[in-house]
């Protein structure tokens, strides 16, 4: 199992970001999968999850900015990130909950 996160950066409050997930060496879209986020000197948290039908969940303090999707023809999984705050930076990570993986993470940074 395989997981690669990409599209983080360091941008400005308010701006967007587009995370990327790819999944390999397992049936994507037989799985749900989530983004789990760590902030510095914090515990990681959950940020969102998507399930095999499509339905969605979101942490409290993302609801309404961002957006999680899959593309099974793909393999790949998705975090739109919308009006950002400086509170969103820290490590993005990919995750298949019944598989226990964890991909290597993109680093997101918000500050003026």
């Known amino acids: 199992v395989q997981l690669q996160a990409s599209g983080g950066g360091s941008v400005r409050p308010g701006a967007s970001l587009r995370l990327s997930c790819a999944g390999t060496g397992f049936a994507f879209s037989a799985y749900n999968v989530a983004w789990y986020r760590q902030a510095p000197g914090k515990q990681r948290e959950m940020v969102a999850r998507?399930?095999?039908?499509?339905?969605?969940e979101y942490a409290d303090s993302v609801k309404g900015r961002f957006t999680i999707s899959r593309d099974n023809t793909k393999k790949t999984l998705y975090l739109q990130m919308d009006t950002l705050k400086p509170e969103d930076t820290g490590i993005y990570y990919c995750?298949?909950?019944?598989?226990?993986?964890w991909g290597p993470g993109t680093l997101v940074t918000v500050s003026s």
């Open positions: 998507i399930l095999i039908n499509a339905d969605t």
């Open positions: 995750y298949v909950p019944t598989l226990h993986s």
